[in-house]
């Protein structure tokens, strides 16, 4: 199973750019999809950004479109989000996630299916 950390997270102002990494174990990470999901507060978790095997697709979610960039080193097995234009309701934990398929994003979940998660990392954006 693959195991996934992420860093960088911390409190930033509004308009503010932060760059999250998230760290893979496991030396097939150049064989899995990779994703970003974000909680907030008192809210259920949602999805904020996908890429595939070769970093060749991307996905967004509409509310970071534009501002957000995912992107991955596979030689280095490093998924990044790069966050610019931060907004206060950006503030979030930020969690990394691995599939098999970039197919089985932006779902929420996969059973019986690669689905592994980070830890997660605070990212707090201040008015």
């Known amino acids: 199973q693959v195991q996934l950390v992420e860093s960088g997270g911390v409190l930033v102002q509004a308009g503010g750019s932060l760059r999250l990494s998230c760290a893979a174990s496991?030396?097939?990470?150049?064989?899995?999809?990779m994703g970003w999901f974000r909680q907030a507060p008192g809210k259920v978790r949602e999805f904020v950004a996908s890429?595939?095997?070769?970093?060749?697709?991307?996905n967004y979610a509409d509310s970071v479109k534009g501002r957000f960039t995912i992107s991955r080193d596979n030689a280095k097995n490093t998924v990044y989000l790069q966050m610019n234009s931060l907004k206060p309701e950006d503030t979030a934990s930020y969690y990394c996630?691995?599939?098999?398929?970039?197919?089985?994003?932006?779902?929420?979940?996969?059973?019986?299916?690669?689905?592994?998660w980070g830890q997660g990392t605070l990212v707090t954006v201040s008015s």
């Open positions: 890429i595939s095997v070769a970093g060749r697709r991307t």
């Open positions: 496991a030396p097939t990470f150049s064989s899995y999809a």
């Open positions: 996630n691995a599939r098999t398929y970039y197919s089985d994003y932006p779902a929420m979940s996969r059973t019986n299916a690669l689905d592994a």
